[in-house]
């Protein structure tokens, strides 16, 4: 799965039936964290890696039941079963034509009895089809100069449910039926016509010609359904429990409006061109459960009175209206898919979790590292079913430090008190006069309702202003408008010059940068020249 190229848009909004969040509304620090703390300005964007959000996946036990359920990977199971001993099929590995009637009964695509429907044996066909390409039969010859099948050796643990065995089988179901989806949408309509008349040399360059522009379309379908592919897990990834499904106009203006810019009447034909492409290629992932699909309504392409398809267009459209022109949901296997896709080709495709495993240190320091987290998600995966008390103690030592990330460490440790709630109470009492987390442990304990918490002293209380505000610019990438509301909240209670006076002197590796920070982006002219002023002497004091 290539990694996408896509123009990113907020835009589609106005198309107005998307209730989840889409990675493309979003700045991308908001979607994956401080770049600022990873050494990356607005200059290596373009060079950094893709960053795949990390997903929540069920247990692999379960997804490998959500695909023994999927209808035509459990028909293949069902005709290797059947071939058993074995089955006599033709030259080229397909049912005969005496067993393709019977098969289509085996699978209930057809009535016990009386005629069955061509459509019936076509599809028990293509389920024989996929036994095969998924060796859970295998093709030989007897002796005798028969054609034989037999069930493979991957078809008993397939029916007894090894995940391992059923999802390594559907996987490379799904990407069969990926591959063929490509295919079928890329055979340009010219090529499906009669040769042109002309000599032999000629029809040999209109050969290759065709060959090419098939060859051309079938990458161009390929990337396109790669990129959206990578769209819809990104989506899926933010968004809330129940709000998963995707309009397809929604999906296409992802693709197709850049960044910022409202749809044109040029990209309105774009985005239709984009669902009307992408719409038969989703229906046949569908039918491996990699999506839930509801495919364009035909009828929105009705030419008969000589009018363009409908679009997406100015108007907002109500939600039964908005369906008619498709919707998608990436299941939880097309999730899994997605991210197999993804890791076979060198991506970091995390597992919401895969922080959450180790110690607290563990926890702390790995969320600071990574570039794609979710650390709310990972915070909350750790502190699930903890004892709150020796969690909080755990969390807090953890938190120390005056390395880069210490204050970020410190931001990420209150937040899981948070999660852990007023039981965690007893393990902040215990570090309220500690010189790096008193200041942040007494303002917890009063935000959790404690009357009885001391004030900090005037060293313990600036040091901790430094800190805290170290932590947002580390994890905010340097948000300028979030700063700026921090920045207006800060005490100096009508003394700028005595304030910074005594700032800039705390000992803090990060109390130059804040003051910087302050002198830029804050709106009071004399209280940002203090503290540049004081961003200079705390420089010069080093």
Known sequence: MAGRRRK???????????????????????????FAAHGLDDEDLDDAAVLVP?????????LAEQAKAVPMFGFALALARWAA?????????????????????????????????????????????????????????????????????????????????????????????RELAVEADSVPEEAEGEPAAGGEAEGAEEDEDGLTEVEEARDEAAELLDEALQVLYETTAFAEPGNETVPLGVLAALLVVPEG???SEELLGDITDVMVALDPMLGDLAELGLLEYRPIDPELFDEEDGEEPAVVGEEPLDEEESAR?????????????????LLEDGYDAPLVGDLARGDAAELLRGVCESANVLPEEELRVWTADREPVAAARELLAAARGSDGYGPLRRMLCVSALNLLGPDAGPAAREVMDDPELGGAARAWLTAQGATDVPVPDRAMALWTVVDTFAAQLLDNGGDAELLRELITDLPVNGDPAGWFGELWRVDHPYTADVLEAIGELHPDRALAKEARKAAFKARSKG
């Open 8 to 34: 990113t848009t907020g835009a589609s909004a106005g198309e107005g039936t998307a209730e989840a969040v889409l990675p493309a509304d979003l700045e991308l620090q908001d979607l994956y964290g401080a």
């Open 54 to 62: 990390p997903v929540k996946l069920p247990a692999e036990r379960e």
């Open 85 to 177: 001993p074995h089955l006599a099929v033709d030259e080229f590995g397909d049912l005969v034509e005496a067993d393709r009637a019977p098969a289509a009964r085996l699978l209930g695509l057809a009535p016990a009895e009386g005629e069955v429907p061509e459509e019936a044996e076509v599809e028990a066909l293509r389920a024989w089809s996929l036994a095969c390409d998924l060796d859970l039969v295998e093709l030989g010859t007897t002796a005798e100069g028969e054609h034989v099948a037999v069930p493979g050796p991957d078809l008993e643990p397939a029916e007894q449910g090894d995940p391992e065995t059923v999802l390594e089988l559907w996987l490379t179901a799904a990407g069969i039926v």
């Open 261 to 263: 810019e409202e749809p």
């Open 325 to 341: 022109f498709g919707l998608v949901r990436l299941t939880p296997l097309g999730q899994y898919g997605i991210r197999q896709w």
